[in-house]
């Protein structure tokens, strides 16, 4: 079992819904990562998470230390959100070294 | 405020050639990471810098190396390259290891 999950692994969904992606980590961490990864393989941080949630735009992301979860939610999707979503967890046990998911490809339909 | 920069973004070599990578990171970030990612295998962790020092290494065979100089610039080099080399290579920089980081374009590397 990877130590990261993510799901799903591909998201098709029509413009203007609201997408959660969620992310499940077995190991203990000292901070969440969420990333965006467009075709052509930049790679954009959206957000770093040790607790609670954060708001950024349209984009929201929350965890729960508790569960070992996270969720990213995107309101109001739109087709330039058309990307893949990566989780990454950083682990203490590991001098902080980042864990991966595999990510999430979403695709938004206009 | 200039971003992460690497260089070359597209490389094309043969079998059993080596290979140097380069990557500039953000002023006053002295932490440098290198991951590569294959469709494959998704991202791998290759290593981590800081102030000079290598903090971590990923699972990937002595022919892969890097170093970071005193400007915080860190090259990576692959030695006897095989196809299955063939990856984006990205870097990524932070002010320090519990950070957030910003990432570079990559270097897209194909073997031939």
């Known amino acids: 079992k990877n130590e990261v999950e993510q799901s799903p692994q591909n998201l098709t969904a029509q413009e203007g819904e609201f997408i959660t992606i969620n992310c499940s980590y077995s190991v203990g961490i000292s901070a969440l990562h969420w990333l965006q990864q467009h075709p052509g393989g930049g790679i954009v941080s959206l957000f770093m998470l040790s607790s609670g949630k954060k708001k950024h735009g349209r984009l929201i992301a929350t965890i729960n230390i508790q569960e070992k979860h996270s969720s990213l939610h995107i309101t109001a999707s739109h087709p330039r959100d058309s990307a893949v979503y990566i989780c990454?967890?950083?682990?203490?046990?590991?001098?902080?070294?980042?864990?991966w998911g595999a990510g999430t490809k979403l695709i938004i339909k206009p | 405020k200039a971003g992460v920069t690497q260089t070359p973004r597209y490389l094309i070599k043969t079998r059993g050639q080596q290979v140097t990578l380069s990557c500039s990171p953000i002023s006053g970030h002295r932490s440098v990471s290198w991951y590569q990612q294959t469709p494959g295998q998704g991202l791998q962790f290759l290593f981590e810098?800081?102030?000079?020092?290598?903090?971590n290494k990923g699972n990937f065979p002595g022919r892969f190396s890097g170093r970071q100089f005193s400007n915080s610039r860190s090259e990576m080099n692959v030695s006897t390259l095989e196809l299955g080399d063939s990856a984006l290579y990205l870097c990524?920089?932070?002010?320090?290891?519990?950070?957030?980081?910003?990432f570079g374009s990559g270097t897209r590397l194909t073997v031939v």
């Open positions: 990454a967890v950083r682990t203490p046990s590991s001098n902080y070294q980042l864990i």
């Open positions: 810098y800081f102030s000079e020092t290598q903090r």
């Open positions: 990524a920089s932070s002010l320090g290891p519990d950070r957030d980081y910003t």
